[in-house]
């Protein structure tokens, strides 16, 4: 039986890629509606990296024209065509398919907004299943890169790297001047792969229809726009070049001393858009808080800082680290540092002002503040209605301050609900709200790990308190106020004036009221009802009436009775619209 099952999948599997292989082929032949694909340009590799990767270029070469239908192959191997995949099956599903369908799981393993928390939690694991790199090809990437051998650049060059990620790895070293370093290689290939890769998943999202039930009937999902931007993203992580500006930048802007918080330094001359190169950090992971104790350092001290500048980050500079992770604060002679800059968070200003007026609406129960914020900063649908938004609120608010103190309050879960309060609102929220939004989440859980006493919230709701005293402007608040009553006064005064104007134009005729009545829609319609049948009920009588004044004139035809035939069945049709008229009325 089992046997039979296995032969019926291999059949299926089989059937799956011929049929996908065809499509592919017939969009590469009937280009109508397809967008120019923006090729790559090709990098000249050395000779020596060359000959290392000879199996890996000749394989790649291999699976260029098959590989559309190797994808769905993998998958059919897999079953997601009976029932869909577990998470164990879509983790391993995800390794066969190569790094490209890596990355994307390891970016959506923190996208519990996308997939159930099983799922996020079982593609967590794709961050430890990673093969190291040959350190021969790692050494020969840096030598194609800079120019320069190996025992030119370092002192000391340890073949096993520090960690190993799907797109790159990390190597120590030590500089010829004493500097120590860890150097960030790319895996060869990989880019290359990952924008062929992409490319035949935006062909296969024209072809598969994703369809998202959404309540009140199904929608497609433009699966090709969620490929793309995953493809974005990806291409961001490819160029070490954005990193390397985003770690300069952090360190300008958001450290402000050295001695409380920190973060490494860029080596420009070791850099490139294939190698980063930046001061090794000589600590441990946050997360040891037992080591960091020992030491003798205050653990709420420590915490203290770290939330304090994450707060300056957000609130001062608008840019803040989008992935705060135990893995990516380091602990080290007494300082924390930040590590890892591929993912950076941006906030407007005008957003920062709106997430306060979140905060403040919370703490001081003004939920006009809050719906305020979710209007101005997110795009409201046709569909919100604001009357329910107003009453969601208000629930919002409840559950979060109603019987608790402000120190209860948990940050992640609030703005989680705020989330979803837009969300069942027909609200869409900026992107860089949703970035915000995990971000705080991961450093509240850094936080509670490390010191549970440390309060995000409270953090939070005091630097806007200190935000909102900094910009207050007595002077400036009295002029406005001033203003304001001068400008009601001019305009009380003239009321006098232009209720008399108005009423002279009603006399003459010369304005119009249309009134608007809200909320009486039933009233009007029975009202409507009656109406109508009166008017009925009035014609009925004037047929009846025009019919006994016929019976007084010999017009023909007549009935032997000498009535006009006329008048007859004006008797009959009066009686039958007059009975009806009654009837109607009456709700018979």
């Known amino acids: 039986m089992s046997e039979n099952k296995e032969k019926a999948g291999d059949v299926q599997e089989t059937r799956l890629k011929e049929i996908i292989q065809t499509q592919l082929e017939n969009q590469e032949e009937n280009p109508v509606n397809k967008k120019p694909v923006k090729e790559q340009p090709a990098r000249e590799i050395s000779d020596k990296l060359k000959h290392l990767l000879s199996k890996e270029i000749t394989l790649m070469k291999v699976q260029k024209k098959t590989r559309g239908a190797e994808i769905m192959g993998i998958f059919a191997r897999h079953n997601f065509y009976a029932g869909g995949l577990t998470p164990e099956e879509l983790r391993t599903t995800l390794e066969d398919l190569g790094p490209t369908y890596v990355k994307i799981g390891q970016i959506i393993s923190s996208r519990t907004d996308l997939l159930p928390e099983r799922y996020c939690a079982e593609l967590v694991t794709l961050r430890q299943r990673v093969q190291p790199l040959d350190p021969e090809v790692a050494k020969a990437v840096i030598e194609d890169q800079t120019g320069k051998k190996i025992d030119e650049i370092y002192s000391e060059f340890r073949d096993k790297p520090i960690g190993s990620a799907s797109i790159a790895q990390a190597h120590y070293g030590v500089l010829k001047d004493g500097t120590k370093v860890v150097t960030k290689v790319q895996r060869p290939l ?54 390397a500006n985003n ?58 800082r770290i939330v304090n500048n994450y707060v300056h980050q957000v609130l001062d500079v608008g840019m803040f680290h989008a992935d705060p992770h135990q893995g990516n604060i380091m602990f080290a002679g007494g300082i924390p540092y930040w590590i890892d800059f591929g993912m950076i968070g941006r906030i407007s200003e005008s957003n920062i002002n709106m997430v306060s007026k979140i905060v403040m609406g919370v703490i001081q129960g003004d939920a006009e503040d809050i719906v305020t914020a979710a209007m101005s900063m997110g795009t409201a649908s046709p569909k919100t209605d604001s009357n329910k938004l107003m009453k969601d609120v208000e629930t919002f608010m409840n559950k979060f301050m109603t019987g608790t103190s402000i120190e209860d309050v948990d940050v992640d879960e609030m703005f989680a609900g705020f989330s979803d309060l837009a969300a069942a609102n027909y609200i869409t ?84 009221i249309n009134l608007e009545l809200m909320g009486y829609e039933s009233l009007m319609n029975s009202l409507s009802f009656l109406i109508r049948n009166i008017i009925l009920a009035i014609f009925s009588c004037v047929i009846f009436t025009g019919s006994c004044v016929l019976c007084l004139t010999h017009i023909g035809p007549s009935m032997k009775s000498g009535m006009p035939l006329m008048s007859a069945v004006g008797f009959l049709f009066s009686i039958a619209l007059g009975i009806y008229s009654i009837k109607q009325m009456n709700g018979k």
């Open 190 to 243: 990989i880019a290359e792969m990952m924008y062929e890769d992409f490319e035949l998943l935006k062909k296969l999202g024209g072809i598969v229809n994703v369809v998202s039930d959404s309540g009140d009937g199904t929608s497609m999902i433009d699966l090709v726009s969620v490929i793309e931007e995953f493809e974005t993203v990806t291409k961001e992580e490819l160029d070490f070049t954005i990193e």
């Open 247 to 304: 770690t300069r930048e952090f360190r300008e802007k958001c450290i402000e001393d050295e001695e409380q918080m920190s973060c490494p330094r860029i080596i420009d001359e070791l850099s490139t858009d294939k190698i980063l190169t930046m001061t090794y950090v000589e600590g441990y992971s946050i997360s040891d808080k037992e080591r960091i104790e020992s030491e003798g350092y205050d653990i709420e001290d420590v915490g203290a």
């Open 429 to 512: 929220l900026p992107s860089e709200f949703t970035m915000l939004l995990r971000s705080l989440i991961m450093i509240e859980g850094v936080i509670e790990e490390l010191c549970p006493a440390l309060n995000l919230f409270q953090l939070l709701s005091d630097k806007f308190m200190e935000r909102a005293k900094k910009n207050f402007d007595m002077k400036q608040k009295l002029l406005e106020a001033g203003g304001d009553i001068l400008s009601m006064g001019k305009k009380a005064a003239r009321i006098p004036t232009l209720a008399a104007d108005a009423l002279k134009d009603i006399v003459k005729g010369n304005m119009k």
